[in-house]
């Protein structure tokens, strides 16, 4: 049995604020982004029966927000757990299990507001990453997530300045989005001046640490009809994971859990990448795109760098890339997958900032961990 | 004066930890497949059997890729490398470079490197210079 077409997202919101929320703790920020998707499509909250969200625990959202669920998912793989959310979620309405699902996203990732024991997986004492890459000295995500990135530059002969290009491209894309938090046009000499976190990564080619959340709701298709808004149709869906230790990836310059998740997205779509008219890549960081257009197959092997200098990513360009203006200059609360989602969504509806003319199908591409899990979600306002 | 972290053993990966104690860099090959594997653990990841073997290694490998990290964690004194090293005999792992300043200069990708140990409390931990 596919999910095809069966399922729809009727309603779909970010929070109020986005960028600096220190009036918000995380979980006012997940109930914040719910009422704003319920306002969206107008449901009654009675009718929501199934919840599913990541870094707060389902339960908690659930209470929080008076719901009685009988579907709960609270899978927590890092920045993709949305992709899988909405996975999950078209399998169990198109199985019966629940009628109508709420999938949150809040962090209060910048103000740091009532945030619980919610941190980087095992990452200390004996667990294996506490063993064999504590020790060395990474600080986060920037010292650990780019680490196959000279790797890739020695093997497909990417320079600085094609690194340097995605943040630019999406700056632009960004000073079309009155609630992008970075909007001033930049250079590749820009981009490079910035101070270096981790080279060869320098502060403009790492996302933004903000606060904020977002919202799904999802029912079946055949009660789309019930809402207001135009229904968007899960047309595909994909997940898979690699391995949570970025010292271990089976090959640097590759991630095996995009390629996985995004080839069964496809498959289930039905579609061809000359179908897609638009598409977000979870950009934590400059190289993520580069791998990105590369594991879905947009583009072949080393080929990604040029293909982003040339153009084809800007707007205007024949494959419009991250139109919000990404982690890198939209907003990135720590779990930016909902945000790629919210994106997706909009540009379907027709409702974007930055608006692409015309898109009918659009796939949000997630990663979680530093390459560790993948989520694909391929949207559609096409039924049938 | 913070120090630098301390790595805990587990029960699985006591006999990694004894090998750096004693100055040599061990790890777990499968009868099977006749390969050697990391991190720990007592099956072969790649057939599931238990019919794995403790065994020194060279200690030899190459520099397969690496950042250079400019916020210090503590103990350490940034800028300084977090690499991954390729062994000789096939596993990867995550280390840092010694006895060489740590510049995109001086560490080239795919160059040689052999093991060397690290005091971490009353822990060795390996670590990777130059080969000689």
């Known amino acids: 049995m596919s999910i095809r077409q069966q399922i729809a997202i009727v309603g779909a919101a970010e929070t109020t604020e986005l960028g600096h929320i220190p009036g918000m703790s995380s979980i006012e920020l997940h109930a914040d982004a719910a009422r704003n998707a319920i306002a969206d499509c107008g449901i009654d909250p009675a009718r929501i029966d199934g919840v599913a969200c990541a870094g707060q625990s389902p339960v908690a959202v659930a209470q929080y927000l008076g719901i009685t669920p009988r579907y709960l998912d609270g899978t927590s793989v890092g920045g993709c757990s949305f992709m899988l959310h909405v996975r999950h979620a078209a399998a169990a309405l198109a199985a019966g299990m629940c009628d109508t699902v709420l999938i949150t996203h809040g962090e209060s990732g910048r103000s740091r507001v009532g945030v619980g024991g919610f941190g980087g997986p095992g990452f200390g004492g004996a667990t294996l990453q506490g063993q064999f890459e504590a020790p060395y000295g990474p600080t986060g995500p920037p010292t650990m997530f780019p680490m196959g990135v000279l790797r890739y530059m020695k093997d497909f002969g990417l320079t600085h300045e094609q690194l340097a290009m995605v943040a630019v491209v999406q700056r ?18 820009d981009v490079l001046a910035s101070r270096l976190i981790a080279y060869p990564m320098h502060l403009l080619e790492c996302c933004l640490v903000t606060d904020g959340g977002g919202a799904l709701i999802l029912t079946r298709a055949d009660r789309a009809g019930d809402f207001p808004t135009p229904p968007v149709y899960v047309l595909g869906t994909g997940e898979s994971s690699e391995t949570p230790m970025v010292s271990q990836m089976e090959d640097f310059t ?4 995009f390629r996985v998740s995004s080839t069964q997205a496809f498959s289930e779509a039905g579609i061809s990448h000359s179908d897609v008219d638009h598409l977000m890549i979870y950009d934590a960081f400059a190289h993520l795109p580069i791998y990105g257009l590369e594991d879905l197959g947009f583009v072949g092997r080393g080929e990604a760098g040029a293909f982003i200098e040339e153009g084809n990513t800007r707007p205007g360009g024949r494959l419009p890339l991250n139109t ?11 779990m930016y997958g909902m945000f790629a989602l919210q994106e997706s969504v909009r540009q379907v509806r027709g409702t974007a900032p930055a608006q692409v003319p015309g898109v009918q199908i659009s796939v949000a591409q997630g990663v979680g961990g530093m390459f560790a899990a993948a989520g694909t979600v391929i949207l559609t306002n096409q039924n049938g | 004066m913070p120090s630098k972290l301390v790595p805990e053993a587990s029960p699985e990966t006591q006999p990694f930890w004894d090998g750096c104690a ?12 006749d390969a050697f594997y990391f991190p720990p653990r007592p099956f072969c990841p790649t057939c599931l059997s238990e019919d794995v073997v403790w065994e020194p290694v060279s200690g030899r490998g190459r520099l397969h890729t690496y950042l250079i990290n400019h916020r210090a964690a503590p103990g350490f004194e940034a800028p300084y490398a977090i690499a991954v090293v390729e062994l000789d005999e096939g596993p990867r792992m995550m280390t840092n470079i010694v006895g060489v300043e740590n510049t995109p200069d001086n560490l080239v990708l795919d160059m040689a490197l052999q093991v060397t140990f690290e005091s971490r409390g009353e822990m060795m931990l390996p670590v990777f210079e130059p080969a000689r």
């Open chain 1, 172 to 189: 632009e894309w960004a000073g079309r989005n009155p609630r992008a938090m970075m909007r001033d046009p930049i250079t590749v000499e």
């Open chain 2, 22 to 33: 004693a100055g040599q860099l061990r790890l777990q090959r499968c009868r099977s497949c």
């Open chain 1, 254 to 257: 590759t991630s095996k859990a």
């Open chain 1, 324 to 334: 919000n203006g990404g982690g890198l200059s939209y907003t990135h609360t720590g």
